[in-house]
């Protein structure tokens, strides 16, 4: 789990755009496998819009880990 969270402190937009593709071809993959009645570039629409709302997601809980690390890392430095 260590080396994965030192590849990903590295890699940060690497990482972000690697879940970005992942949603998109999940929820492309999805929506074609429900055989729903919807045209290609309205799944495309839609699968964008999933993306996006999970990569702000992470964005967040990254900003949040970051202030978290720094702010312990300041602590650290005040004992």
Same mark, same amino acid.
């Given at each position: &789990? =260590? #080396?994965?969270?030192s590849? +990903? /402190? =590295? *890699?940060?937009?690497t !990482?972000? @755009?690697?879940?970005?593709? $992942?949603?998109? @071809?999940?929820s492309?993959?999805?929506? !074609?496998?429900?055989?729903?009645?919807?045209?290609? !570039?309205?799944? %495309?629409?839609?699968?964008? &819009? *999933? #993306?996006?709302?999970? $990569?702000?997601? +992470?964005?967040? @809980? #990254?900003? %949040?880990? *970051?202030?978290? =690390?720094? /702010? =312990?890392a300041? *602590?650290?430095?005040?004992?």
């Open positions: &789990m =260590e #080396a994965i969270q590849w +990903v /402190s =590295e *890699h940060k937009l !990482s972000i @755009g690697a879940i970005w593709a $992942t949603a998109i @071809g999940t492309m993959a999805y929506t !074609s496998s429900k055989r729903a009645p919807f045209k290609p !570039s309205l799944r %495309l629409i839609h699968a964008r &819009m *999933h #993306a996006q709302a999970l $990569t702000l997601a +992470v964005l967040s @809980g #990254a900003a %949040l880990y *970051h202030h978290y =690390e720094k /702010s =312990e300041d *602590h650290g430095r005040q004992k």
